[in-house]
Structures are given as C-alpha cells and as structure tokens.
C-alpha cells in the first residue's frame, strides 16, 4: 500500500515563496500521476498541478504562471515550488496519486497524504 506525506507548508506574506514536498513510500509505479490539490475552508477541493511522468504537467488556472510541479523519480518524492503567493493561495495543500494517465477530478484519486497548510497573510 502506498503512502503520501506532505511538508513544507507554512505561514508567508503575499509575494512570497514556499516549496512543498511529498514522499511517497510503498509502491508508486514509474506510471502514476501525481497531483497537488488544495482545500480552503467552506470551498471544493481544487486542482493545482498534475504530473504524468515524462509526459506532461498541468496547472490549475488559478496558479499557472507561480507555481511549478517538478518529481524526482529515484527519490520517489513530487515538489511543488510556489512563488508570488496571494491570500487566496491559502489552504490545506493535498498530494495524490494514481495509476494511469492523470485526472482533473480528485475523486479519480485513490491515495492521499495528510495535507500541509499554507497560509499566506497580505
């Protein structure tokens, strides 16, 4: 069974940067999609970046352009360096996996970290 575990996360004013780091441990195939979605209070869990190794990544609209997903695969651990931060950057960050080509709706997902909380202060 794999595991997730994010960190990184903290308190930071806006314009400012954080990088989050998720290791997975157990088995993550080389074929995975690994993904950041992110969760404010009182709102849906949204997209934030997709990875498919070798093959492509995508950004959610809302932070195209600031952040950036990156995967080292023999440390089996997915990145995700956020630059020029907003309020509305603020959330408990998620990464997720899963087998095959990536999917923009997280219930497609069936392996979660814990989640890392961002709070970016303006």
């Known amino acids: 069974q794999a595991q997730l575990a994010e960190s990184g996360g903290g308190s930071v004013q806006a314009g400012g940067s954080l990088r989050l780091s998720c290791a997975a441990s157990?088995?993550?195939?080389?074929?995975?999609?690994l993904a950041w979605f992110r969760q404010a209070p009182g709102k849906e869990r949204e997209e934030v970046a997709l990875?498919?190794?070798?093959?492509?990544?995508l950004y959610g609209d809302s932070v195209k352009g600031r952040f950036t997903v990156s995967r080292d695969v023999a440390e089996n651990t997915l990145f995700l360096q956020m630059a020029s931060l907003k309020p509305e950057d603020t959330a408990m960050y998620y990464c997720?996996?899963?087998?095959?080509?990536?999917?923009?709706?997280?219930?497609?997902?069936?392996?979660w970290g814990q989640g890392t909380q961002v709070t970016v202060s303006s």
């Open positions: 997720a996996a899963r087998g095959g080509h990536c999917s923009h709706s997280s219930s497609d997902y069936n392996t």
């Open positions: 157990g088995y993550i195939a080389s074929k995975y999609c």
């Open positions: 990875t498919y190794p070798g093959r492509y990544s």
